[in-house]
């Protein structure tokens, strides 16, 4: 275990823990054990210490700068007596330069007080001009009812602020559109309600003085594109009316916001980026979970059917969700407020349920204090939970990534993070949360046995002095801005002008609707042919959600993105709800709705898949004599074709039941690279190991892929084979799970070298002989993890590195 302070080099991020723009919540126990006091309790508990490296955050005090002479003295009071004295130097540098009229990103820590940045500037504008109107979007429900709860307490006359979303009643919805002046809602509603409705919306979109474009860094990837079209959307429309709107941006802490910010809207941004706010120090620690007796291995599984992790059959480390679950009920035990960080929703839940069942163990009705949060939940559960935690009835939560940027969090004592988030930027928005008053504070990483989780907690350095990503998003994708432009031509005739406000690839992309008789070309423009609306998701999840419902009552458990329906979702699968086991009867995709029945098996279900891949075209490459480097254009073929039930307390494989699921297609983009066949036998891989070294490589090169890029291996895809008829040789792809790609394999592709090297110093640094989940095993294999071949993999990416220049 090494330990050594945190720097303030160029490159590392700023993690501020208080803000003095935010009301303080002050509920819930007083302070527990000092950070350092309590890391020292939770390594206490096991025979081996189980942290590999302690980082110390320290804390840092505030730069205050004076009120902006603009600030209405009526809005200075409103703020002063919200407790907020005088803004930071951050907060009043953006606030500046939004209100002479540019386009501004303020890209600070978690709790840096961003939100006055935009507030000051929108609020004064509404206050001096009565007929002005904002609108606030935020990428999910919960953070934008969060910000309308902060502008309300402001008490300022006329503003009027009101949320506009799915959960809003039709009732209220005629009111805000004619009244209210600041109007939060998220990209969703403004792409199906607000811009489809811009005739009702005319007066609102007329007068429209800011957009405010909260948690920037989280569009990216396919979703990030689509919002970067519905701006544009929103920017033609307002420019229909009159109105050039100012735009301001909230990030975490990112690599090159600025770029990231303009690829968003379309539009010149400037960046502020020094942190002015003061800090509570974080005692940071990395934990990987200890390994486990080989025959201890199957009775230590946490329910499978609990972590969305669909491959454990050769665990060898203690599983993160156990361990976090043990730890969460150590800190609150300790009357410690912690908020444990769990990837999946299914991994939420059984966070939740182990650590309720623990605190109930050592006192009864004490794991009362303990609930899960993620989406999927109805509205009135979400409410529910945000106010418990709020008002301190709620001492544990363990919530998927839905309260990263959700309701204001000031107040807890403690974050476990269970399994690296994907970026820098998730890990320490996450770790942020954590900050009672500028006091101490804890947080940790708990990593899973994956590659990159591995890598990272034995290679502190890549999380602790490394650049925060960059922002990953490709406007361009023709999956992508087709739809967009058939949204727009909806909702007004495009033009020349409007393809050149939509950018690289527009014209293409309206020829090939033309061609399509989606659109038909007159003098005046492109008009849309159909009665009907385009159907277009956002989020790129694979269709609309499916709704689980219980079939003996009717009622509505809550939802599942329709492209993770056909794994968790299937006929015999078990499906958990707040700690309530159900097993499906019917999936029926058509209807999208899934019926189930409450039960508690004794086995878990795990769906297994196969998958077909065929080159489209290549865009790029790199002939590297034996080796060769290509990014291009995939179709791939994918069939959830059965699933496997196994003992819960044993992992015995019960039996395998088949299914009869319809096939997914995808075109996307993918990096591939191949070896020949002399190149591998002169490295000592042999004709029969050739097929396991593949498959060992690839996933070992998923998992390692999220160092590179935003994603997470739930994002990309692979598939790897000893003769591809495509290629003519071994080859190895990874593939971006969205249509159109999603801009990930570009940059695999952009840092080939480096990807490939931290992927082959992850294998071969693993304790393990033949292989195991920290290395070349992977949780979604459609395989079962076989064939692999562990020193073959690092022959296999051996060779590529020998010959692929830097």
């Not at 972590?307 to 454990?312: L, S, Y």
């Amino acid at each position: 275990m090494t330990s050594n302070d945190f720097s303030s080099a160029r490159g590392t991020p700023r993690h501020d823990l208080e803000s003095s723009s935010a009301a303080t919540v002050s509920a819930g126990p007083g302070p527990g054990p000092a950070p350092a006091d309590l890391l020292r309790r939770l390594r206490a508990r096991g025979a081996a210490d189980p942290v590999t490296h302690v980082e110390r955050v320290p804390a840092r005090a505030g730069v205050p700068a004076p009120w902006p002479s603009w600030a209405p003295a009526e809005l200075r009071a409103a703020f002063t007596g919200r407790g907020v004295v005088a803004p930071w130097q951050h907060q009043a540098q953006a606030a500046n330069l939004a209100y002479e009229g540019q386009h501004v990103v303020v890209a600070t820590g978690t709790a840096s007080g961003k939100s006055l940045a935009y507030q000051l500037p929108a609020l004064a504008t509404l206050l001096a001009d009565p007929r002005a109107t904002v609108l606030y979007l935020a990428p999910t429900k919960a953070l934008a009812a969060d910000q309308l709860r902060a502008v309300a307490a402001l008490e300022l006359e006329g503003v009027r602020p009101a949320c506009y979303d799915g959960d809003t009643p039709r009732t209220e919805r005629e009111w805000i559109r004619r009244h209210s002046r600041f109007v939060l809602t998220n990209p969703d509603m403004l792409h199906h309600g607000i811009l489809p409705g811009h005739a009702q919306w005319s007066g609102f979109l007329r007068r429209l003085a800011y957009v405010v474009i909260d948690e920037c860094h989280t569009y990216r990837g396919v979703f990030g594109s689509h919002v970067a079209h519905v701006l544009r959307r929103l920017r033609r429309q307002c420019a229909r009316f009159g109105a050039t709107p100012v735009f301001v941006l909230a990030s975490a802490t990112s690599g090159d916001p600025a770029t990231a910010a303009g690829r968003l809207t379309g539009l010149p941004v400037t960046a502020v980026t020094e942190d002015a706010s003061p800090r509570g120090g974080v005692t940071f620690a990395l934990w990987e979970p200890p390994l486990l007796p080989p025959d201890s291995s199957a009775a230590s599984l946490v329910p499978p059917q609990a972590t969305g992790e669909h491959d454990e059959l050769h665990q060898v480390r203690r599983s993160a969700l156990r361990e976090t679950a043990d730890l969460l009920a150590d800190t609150v035990a300790e009357g410690v407020r912690t908020l444990a960080f769990v990837r999946s929703r299914k991994g939420a839940e059984v966070v939740a349920a182990n650590a309720r069942r623990a605190l109930d163990d050592a006192v009864p009705g004490l794991g009362d204090r303990v609930a899960a949060y993620r989406g999927g939940y109805l509205r009135e559960e979400r409410r529910e939970l945000e106010r418990a935690l709020l008002h301190g009835d709620l001492l544990g939560l363990a919530s998927t990534n839905a309260l990263e940027l959700g309701v204001d969090l000031v107040g807890l004592d403690a974050v476990l993070i269970c399994g690296y988030p994907g970026t820098r930027a998730s890990l320490w928005q996450q770790a942020g949360r954590a900050g009672r008053s500028g006091q101490e504070a804890l947080a940790v990483l708990v990593a899973r046995d994956d590659p990159l989780d591995t890598y990272l907690v034995h290679h502190p350095e890549a999380i602790f002095g490394a650049p925060v990503e960059a922002t990953v998003l490709d406007p361009a994708n023709p999956y992508v801005l087709a739809p967009q432009l058939a949204c727009a031509a909806v909702e007004a005739p495009l033009t020349p002008a409007d393809l050149t406000l939509f950018g690289e690839g527009a014209k293409e992309a309206v020829d090939q609707l033309v061609a399509a008789g989606a659109l038909r070309q007159r003098p005046t423009g492109w008009y849309w042919r159909h009665r009907e609306r385009p159907e277009v998701d956002l989020r790129g999840e694979g269709g609309a959600p499916v709704a689980v419902v219980e079939s003996s009552t009717g009622r509505l458990l809550g939802t599942v993105d329709g492209g993770s329906s056909h794994f968790l979702l299937h006929s015999g699968a078990v499906y958990l709800h707040q700690g309530v086991s159900y097993v499906v009867d019917q999936l029926d995709v058509v209807d999208g709705c899934a019926l189930v029945r409450a039960e508690e098996p004794d086995w878990s279900t795990h769906a297994r898949d196969v998958t077909d891949l065929s080159v489209v075209s290549v865009r790029s490459y790199v002939d590297a004599g034996p080796v060769g480097m290509f990014l291009g254009e995939v179709d791939v073929t994918s069939q959830v074709v059965s699933y496997q039930r196994r003992r819960i307390a044993t992992g015995e494989v019960i039996d395998t039941r088949p299914l009869d699921l319809p096939t997914r297609e995808l075109r996307t983009v993918a990096v591939w690279f191949t070896l020949s066949p002399q190149s591998l036998a002169a490295a000592g891989v042999q004709p029969a190991d050739v097929p396991g070294a593949l498959h060992a490589a690839e996933h070992a090169a998923i998992g390692l892929l999220p160092l590179m890029a935003t994603c997470d291996r739930w994002d990309i895809g692979g598939l790897s084979t000893a003769v591809h008829p495509d290629t003519e040789a071994p080859t190895v792809f990874v593939y971006d799970g969205h249509p159109g790609g999603a801009g990930f394999a570009e940059r695999a592709y952009g840092t080939a070298s480096a990807w490939l090297r931290a992927t082959r110093d992850a294998i071969a640094e693993c304790g393990c002989e033949t292989g195991c989940p920290s290395c070349v095993q992977s949780p979604k294999c459609g395989n079962g993890n076989n064939p692999l071949s562990k020193p073959d993999a690092i022959r296999v990416l051996d060779v590529v590195l020998t010959n692929l220049p830097d």
